[in-house]
Nanobody
């Protein structure tokens, strides 16, 4: 069974940090690029970051560049999103996405207060 499970969300003040994790199972995780996508209330999904299968190449949404860092541990089928200098506009449900856009986790909620 293919499964992506996010964790690490929570409530944090503006300027704070959170580290999101995603545990993958049921597919060849190490052979695929992975993504983080977020969705704020009343808005469509917004791509946040991508990471190559080997963990060496990243791409980021302009508004999170320099603040967010994506990484992965292929030996443990884990991926991460380290978020720093968080802003209220970062408030959203964050999803781990793999297999192109086929596989989505359940999401983990990030709330950034003023």
């Amino acid at each position: 069974e293919v499964q992506l499970v996010e964790s690490g969300g929570g409530v944090v003040q503006s300027g704070g940090s959170l580290r999101l994790s995603c545990a993958a199972s049921g597919f060849a995780f190490s052979t695929f690029a992975m993504n983080w996508v977020r969705q704020a209330p009343g808005k469509g999904p917004e791509w946040v970051a991508s990471l190559s299968s080997d963990g060496h190449s990243t791409q980021y949404l302009d508004s999170v560049q320099g603040r967010f860092t994506m990484s992965r541990d292929n030996d443990k089928n884990l991926m991460f999103l380290q978020m720093t200098s968080l802003k209220p506009e970062d408030t959203a449900l964050y999803y781990c996405v793999g297999g192109g856009v086929r596989y989505w986790g359940q999401g983990t909620q990030v709330i950034v207060s003023l």
